[in-house]
């Protein structure tokens, strides 16, 4: 059973930063590419940003780009999210994310893609 563990949320304001982590166990996370997804109160989830197993390639939304960073260190079983210069729009529950197809080497956006997701970690950003 794969476990998606996600923590570093928390409240800050407008400018400010923070780095999401989340921690897998389960199966051979060096496989698999993972993605960090968010969904606001009353939206639908979106796609952040995705890393392929190697850490190679990676892609973000249009509205995150220069902002936040995603990465994997692929010996502690862990994908990083650093968000920088935070805006009020940023505000969600974030999610992480493993592919269901390993070894795959161009990041896929689609949320249906993605078999195992963490139980969220709430992002506030005030103005």
């Known amino acids: 059973q794969v476990q998606l563990v996600e923590s570093g949320g928390g409240l800050v304001q407008a400018g400010g930063s923070l780095r999401l982590s989340c921690a897998a166990s389960?199966?051979?996370?060096?496989?698999?590419?993972m993605a960090w997804f968010r969904q606001a109160p009353g939206k639908e989830r979106e796609f952040v940003a995705a890393?392929?197993?190697?850490?190679?390639?990676?892609y973000y939304t249009d509205s995150v780009k220069g902002r936040f960073t995603i990465s994997r260190d692929n010996a502690k079983n862990t994908v990083y999210l650093q968000m920088n210069n935070l805006k009020p729009e940023d505000t969600a529950v974030y999610y992480c994310?493993?592919?269901?197809?390993?070894?795959?080497?161009?990041?896929?956006?689609?949320?249906?893609?993605?078999?195992?997701w963490g139980q969220g970690t709430q992002v506030t950003v005030s103005s």
């Open positions: 994310a493993a592919d269901s197809i390993p070894n795959t080497i161009v990041v896929v956006t689609t949320l249906t893609r993605y078999d195992y």
């Open positions: 389960g199966r051979t996370f060096s496989n698999y590419a």
């Open positions: 890393i392929n197993w190697s850490g190679g390639s990676t």
